[in-house]
């Protein structure tokens, strides 16, 4: 579950901050250009780890005796 909810989180965040930023590449309808794609993959990924460290904190301590 973290991680389809890590994703959606990314992906609804990236859009986001596209549209402010009036930043627009679509990969299947615009022609490839490699400078878009690595921006738009990039803050993809940052987003993404960003979420996933983030809902780690909150996730509840193991230790070794199953407590």
Sequence with gaps: MRHFLTIVLAY???RILFALAGFHYELFRD???VGK????????VGFWYG???LLGLFKPFR???GG
């Design 51 to 53: 979420f996933y460290w």
């Design 63 to 65: 230790t070794q005796d």
């Design 37 to 44: 794609l690595a921006i738009d993959f990039g803050v993809f």
């Design 12 to 14: 609804a965040a990236s």
């Design 31 to 33: 022609s490839l250009h």
